[in-house]
């Protein structure tokens, strides 16, 4: 089955400096991958995804990610940090042509620090 | 839209008893999506539906749990008989299966607490 991993269980920045949280997929076949952020005592809400066509991803609070098929990676950046980023962000994948079974990664906390 | 409606948010209850988590997808969305978070194993696939048809069922973790979809408005997750390691944040979530690549979307969750 299609799954994907993210490396490092918590992230700590300074407020201003570069976010990158990582994520790698496990597929010969690039699946559809998405990332999300959870807040504490919330739901998860969509960041971005990628599905087909430009491998830089935009989403919403200034995130960004970009598909490299060659390195099967799905890393979620921000040039910078700001308190409320302070959050769990989850990586998740839906296998291509196989229907709609969103698999999470592990997710990373993030903190930031001043 | 009030987006997924979960319900209750909150659960208190005695090892044994029965427990009944309820779901209200959006409205239009034809999946349905059953997840449990806890510290030690995250965020797990228990059961989803696609048409209120479940697809797949291999993360309920034993016949304690079950889960139904009676029609595309409503669904729910059940345990019987519920015991402490059953307690966790379960999410329900929902999507429109026919629209390819669509996210899927999250209540806020209720969190179970067996004592």
């Known amino acids: 089955a299609q799954s994907v991993t993210q490396l490092g269980s918590h992230v700590s920045v300074s407020e201003g400096a570069l976010v990158l949280l990582r994520c790698n997929y496990s597929?010969?076949?690039?699946?559809?991958l998405f990332w999300y952020v959870q807040y504490p005592n919330q739901g998860l809400q969509l960041l971005l995804k990628?599905?087909?066509?430009?491998?830089l991803v935009k989403g919403i609070n200034g995130f960004e990610a970009e598909f490299k098929k060659s390195e099967t990676s799905f890393h979620l950046t921000k040039p910078s940090a700001h308190m409320s980023d302070a959050a769990e962000y989850f990586c998740?994948?839906?296998?291509?042509?196989?229907?709609?079974?969103?698999?999470f990664g592990t997710g990373t906390q993030l903190k930031v620090e001043l | 839209d009030a987006g997924v409606i979960q319900s209750p948010r909150h659960e208190v209850t005695e090892m044994g008893q029965e427990v009944t988590l309820r779901c209200k997808p959006i409205?239009?969305?034809?999946?349905l999506f059953w997840y449990r978070q806890t510290m030690m194993r995250g965020l797990e696939l228990l059961i989803y539906?696609?048409?209120?048809?479940?697809?797949?069922d291999s993360g309920m973790p034993e016949d304690r749990f079950s889960a139904k979809m009676p029609n595309a408005s409503f669904s729910t997750l059940k345990i019987q008989p519920s015991e402490p390691r059953d307690s966790a944040v379960y999410f329900c979530?929902?999507?429109?299966?026919?629209?390819?690549?669509?996210?899927?979307?999250f209540g806020q969750g209720t969190r179970l607490t067996v004592v």
């Open positions: 409205s239009g969305h034809n999946s």
């Open positions: 979530a929902s999507s429109a299966w026919d629209t390819p690549n669509t996210e899927a979307f």
């Open positions: 990628y599905t087909t066509g430009a491998t």
């Open positions: 998740a994948v839906i296998p291509t042509g196989g229907g709609n079974k969103l698999t």
């Open positions: 539906f696609n048409n209120n048809v479940p697809i797949d």
């Open positions: 597929s010969s076949v690039p699946p559809y």
